[in-house]
């Protein structure tokens, strides 16, 4: 074999995978642009006078640029900030309670032995093929009876606890040694003390990723507070943007306005902390 068919022979495999490369590169790039596209499409229709907006040729540009939307949001929405402060309180404060009772519930069903355990968390866990949408009424009447209606109260005690956080936590927790916890006790420690000073702070990339769901999907939340809240000035944001739909008419460019502003935290927030939803991802997926 002459020394240039070998190297053709070497070269071959090489260019196949280079055009495997390209493909994979090529889909993931139509893929992202398809899955941005809504995104971009929003900012752009936030930045555009409303009159362009609703054209029948739409234009991929903002021609002409202009934050005349954002001036009529303010105006029009004066409770805009109020709605904003609602959706933080709401989302740091069911964070806190799922990070709190998530891991403590995870780990108990990963490394406490108690009667009942798997049929306990196989019975939680099977609560994730009933529709969210089946419980509404009776958490209604619920939250109605305790007198928590149009409060703040009413959107964060639902979400105290998840049962994908439970999951979460327990698959995490349960790859973590036993000797850890057997040492705490040699030392002494008691159960809750295990728990804060060994648990805790081995938990800290799944209490992130946990976290982050949680506040992603809670600050996004629309359809409960849109049936327990009533007045404006209690709203969240999601909710209080859909209110600026007007019954015979619609201004668009002030919904887009709103919705852009909504957005533009998460936009931030998933940025900044896109590893620990991957890791989230990859977490929920290990088998325990």
Not at 231 to 240: H, I
């Amino acid at each position: 074999m002459t020394q240039r068919a070998i190297l053709w022979k070497g070269a071959a495999p090489r260019r196949r995978w280079h055009w495997r490369r390209a493909l994979v590169w090529l889909i993931l790039i139509a893929t992202t642009i398809v899955a941005l596209f809504p995104m971009y499409w929003l900012f752009v229709s936030a930045l555009t006078p409303t009159k362009y907006t609703i054209n029948t040729t739409p234009r991929f540009f903002p021609d002409p640029l202009g934050f005349d939307n954002f001036q009529r949001l303010f105006a029009l929405a004066t409770d805009y900030w109020r709605w904003f402060l609602n959706s933080l309180i709401v989302a740091l404060s069911v964070t806190v309670f799922h990070v709190i009772f998530d891991t403590m519930a995870g780990y108990a069903f990963a490394k406490r032995r108690f009667p009942g355990r798997n049929l306990m968390f196989w019975l939680i866990l099977s609560t994730l093929m009933i529709p969210a949408h089946v419980t509404l009424v009776p958490l209604y009447i619920v939250t109605r009876e305790l007198k928590l209606l149009d409060t703040l109260l009413a959107v964060i005690l639902p979400g105290t606890a998840n049962v994908f956080g439970i999951f979460l936590m327990r698959q995490y927790i349960q790859t973590m040694p036993g000797e850890l916890i057997e040492a705490g006790r040699i030392d002494g420690a008691n159960e809750f003390g295990i728990f804060w000073r060994i648990i805790l702070p081995l938990c800290k990339p799944a209490i992130a990723a946990l976290a982050i769901f949680t506040f992603v999907r809670h600050w996004n939340d629309f359809l409960w507070p849109l049936i327990v809240l009533t007045r404006s000035r209690n709203f969240t944001l999601p909710v209080g943007v859909a209110s600026l739909q007007g019954e015979f008419s619609t201004d668009y460019g002030v919904i887009f306005a709103g919705a852009a502003l909504a957005a533009l935290p998460m936009i931030i927030f998933f940025l900044i902390f896109q590893r620990y939803f991957l890791e989230g991802v990859r977490m929920g997926a290990v088998k325990g």
